[in-house]
Nanobody
């Protein structure tokens, strides 16, 4: 089973920054699309950012210009740099790895709280 583990969440003031990390235990990490999603209790999980093995990225409109997804394949790690954070960014952030259409692996989530 593929393991996906997020880290880097925490409490930050509005306007501040955080960088989330996600490490995956899989061979040839660079082949796979990775994504960041977030979820508030009682709401559907939503896409935040996604990056393909070829480096193509896409972002939710709400985070464009503020968040950036990147990957460091030598470390089997994907990052989410979050700048200019807003209270509405508060959520549990989840990382996933798309091995195939049928095999998508999720991490346990990391809490991000944006508050004064």
């Amino acid at each position: 089973q593929v393991q996906v583990v997020e880290s880097g969440g925490g409490l930050v003031q509005p306007g501040g920054s955080l960088r989330l990390s996600c490490a995956a235990s899989i061979r040839v990490f660079g082949l796979y699309t990775m994504g960041w999603y977030r979820q508030v209790i009682g709401k559907q999980r939503e896409l935040v950012a996604r990056i393909t093995g070829g480096g193509r990225t896409n972002y939710a409109d709400s985070v464009k210009g503020r968040f950036s997804i990147s990957r460091e394949n030598a470390k089997n790690t994907v990052y989410l740099q979050m700048n200019s954070l807003k209270p509405e960014d508060t959520a549990v952030y989840y990382c996933n790895l798309e091995q195939s259409i049928l095999d998508i692996f999720w991490g346990q989530g990391t809490q991000v709280t944006v508050s004064s």
